[in-house]
């Protein structure tokens, strides 16, 4: 019960602080737009209709690994907020309070996710500027993906968060983390016709998996069909893909709160 | 075996940070509702003490109890029976007073009936309740130390740790705190685990620990403590100081000590002592003054060192400053 209300005050506090921060929200935005509309315009036109079977536009293509790179940036700043406290000495007034670490360490894994969720969330403002048609299906396994992204990722900060110390080292960390994790994906081109060097790194990201289950729920299964992820010569469903990326959200989560828990 | 009138118990402690022992087997008690004093120069160990009774950090050696739990099997107990006002800002300067203090009220579960009143009357305390709705971040440098002040009276914890509470607060303000302070501690009997550099707040202490290089080297009340210089202070200036120095020694038998104000000489009887001094003194007199001993003076006749060297109000501001800088914020 204790814990359940501490863990409530710091996904609160972190969400005060979000809500208070109204630049942040649309600032997040401002990234994305240019990914998608510039960068996505651009390479759309250079392959003038040659994409995949030629049925599909690259900016529907690239969409949902837009969607994942939003999540994925936004959860940083969950991790970030602990270096940031430590700085500013707010940490130290969390940790001396009786309340158990581990407490700590999911509210704020849970603030993180919650608020790159909502910035997710935010990103479906472009759906009738791809110009596709999602179902509310589609539109819950976007969410559900959304949130295991977001927690991996606010857990993965939050590891870090409590082995660094300085802001400086852990932007670096992140981005030298996030990098590979996104352009390792097929967010930005598809799996299936990659050298076998890559592939093999694709398959190995797990990241991947959460890009084609939202890939396949913006653009139906069959339209992706030629693709789509494979793991030993099958076609990953979306249900097999989300429990690959559950499974990472987890353990990074664990991780997270051990570390946090052992921290001085 | 723990008796129940110590609320604190510190036994054989030592912290060290790579090859610095900051804290060098220490051993004290703290008695259930006394006013504890820590005092010491920069760099002392004052702040790793607190910081380990608090269980921030871990001991490298040693034992410590705050309220018969000790302080690295039980955190969670210890942690409930104590309030921390930090010596480094530690406010979220994002939130409003209001909610710093709700997020307080929250992690050590105030009841929700009494909480409004509670924060209420700690605002009214540090005349912050007008400015409560206002971002921390848009509060001078002093209103947040206030706020912080208010903050750990908020809970009315078992013990309180005010690791300079003070620091840079202007007279009236410091009063007013104070007596909320002994108020609280005659009404609930709270313990209060008190570092400060300012000497008319230590002499509120009931006892008071010396502290230097990590090691306590005494500890008694400030009456006791400051019995044990001896009696007066007669503090000369003159031309020469080796000389009457020398002068002294022969004439007296007395140790004469230099600090910043001039010559130091330790007597029983001040009154008496200046007019034979004065009379045939050979080094020229520019100037006579004669005080009763202060904890600076204890602390002096221990070391042989100035407690004030580097904590005066100068040391004070550059500290204050170094630490805005650091922050990349304004000169507070
Ligand atoms: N985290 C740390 N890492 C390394 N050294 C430290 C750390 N914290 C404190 N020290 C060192 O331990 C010693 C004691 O520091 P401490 O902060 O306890 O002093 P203090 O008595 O509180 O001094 P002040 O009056 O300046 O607040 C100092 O030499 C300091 O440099
Ligand atoms: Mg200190």
Sequence with gaps: MNNLRAVYIIWYRDLLRFWNDKTRFIGSLITPFFFLVIFGTGIGSALAGQFGDGTMDYKQFMYPGILGMVVLMNATMSG????????????????????????????KAL??????????????????YVGV?????????????????????????????????SIEAFQLV????????????????????????????????PVSYGIDAMRQAVLGVEQTAMFGLELFGYRMPIILNLAVLAAFGAIMAALAVRSFRTQE | MIRADRIIEVDDLVKKFGNLTAVNKVSLAVRAGEIFGFLGPNGAGKTTTISILCTLLRPTSGTATLNGFDVVRHQNEVRKSLGLVFQEPSLDIKLTAMHNLEFHAGVYNIPRSIRRQRMEEVLKLVELWDRRKDKVQNYSGGMRRRLEIARGLLHHPKVLFLDEPTLGLDPQTRSHIWQYIL???????????????YMDEANVADRIAIIDHGKIIALDSPEALKRRVGGDIVTIKTENDEAAIAEIKERFNILAQQDSDGICIEVKNGEEFIPVLANSFKTGLRGISLRRPTLDDVFMKLTGREIRE???????????????????????
């Design chain 1, 111 to 128: 603030g993180g996710t919650t608020i790159a969720t909502a910035q997710g969330v935010l990103m479906l403002v472009f759906i009738p």
């Design chain 2, 310 to 332: 580097e904590s005066g109000g100068e040391a004070v501001l550059r500290k204050q400053f170094s630490m805005s800088q650091a922050r990349g914020g304004r000169f507070t």
């Design chain 1, 133 to 165: 048609n999602v179902s509310a299906a589609g539109i819950f396994t976007l969410i559900a993906v959304m949130f295991v992204f977001a927690m991996s990722v606010t857990s993965l900060g939050i590891l870090i968060a409590s082995r660094i110390r």
């Design chain 1, 80 to 107: 970030m907020s602990i270096v940031w406290d430590r700085e500013f000495g707010f940490l130290k007034e969390v940790l001396v309070a009786p309340i158990s670490r581990s407490a700590v360490a999911i509210g």
């Design chain 1, 174 to 205: 992140m981005q030298l983390m996030l990098f590979p994790l996104l352009f390792l994906s097929p967010a930005l081109f598809p799996a299936g016709t990659l050298p076998p060097w890559l592939g093999i790194i694709v398959k190995m990201n």
């Design chain 2, 183 to 197: 108020e609280l501690k005659e009404k609930q009997g709270i313990t209060i685990f008190l570092t400060t550099h």
